[in-house]
């Protein structure tokens, strides 16, 4: 069993944490990495994440996959979760909520490496999907495909 002392500085989990007001508001915390210099993917998947068009305000949806390569920090999930659902009331373009959540795990986390990709499902009849990496695919690592297949409308 872990040493909880390990974990005392979480604010948010195991607690009634409310959504954050914004993403610029929202706390991402981290946890140490269990096995430093192990190299492995941790990948979160967000198949409901959603944020608001900046100019008429109407909702916007996507699936997002991350994958990251940790190297001293993992992300504590809940503080993800609620980082990633503050963008349900905030208005910002596809793009920038997509390079806007990798460059804040970027910041927080200082992984060894990270993707995102952002499937965003049709406004107006066209889907934009937005992909970002911080290098080059590793080369010694599995490294599964995303798993989310091209919008196919009805075909």
Not at 104 to 116: G, H, S
Not at 125 to 138: K, L, R, T, V
């Amino acid at each position: 069993m872990s040493d909880s002392s390990h974990y005392s500085h979480l604010s948010q989990l195991g607690t009634n944490t409310p959504l954050p007001a914004s993403p610029e508001e929202a706390v991402i915390e981290t946890v140490q990495n269990p096995r430093p210099g192990v190299q492995y993917v941790v990948r979160f998947t967000q198949p409901e994440f959603t944020s608001l068009c900046p100019l008429t305000g109407q909702p916007d949806f996507a699936h997002l996959v991350i994958d990251y390569i940790p190297d001293k920090l993992l992300v504590e999930s809940k503080s993800l979760k609620l980082f990633l659902g503050a963008f349900r009331n905030h208005g910002a373009f596809h793009e920038d909520c997509t390079i806007g959540i990798a460059q804040r795990l970027e910041q927080t986390l200082n992984p060894i490496w990270l993707r995102i990709g952002g499937y965003w499902y049709p406004r107006g009849g066209m889907p934009i999907d937005i992909f970002y990496q911080s290098s080059a695919e590793p080369t010694d690592i599995w490294l599964p495909d995303q798993g989310v297949a091209g919008y196919r409308g009805r075909g």
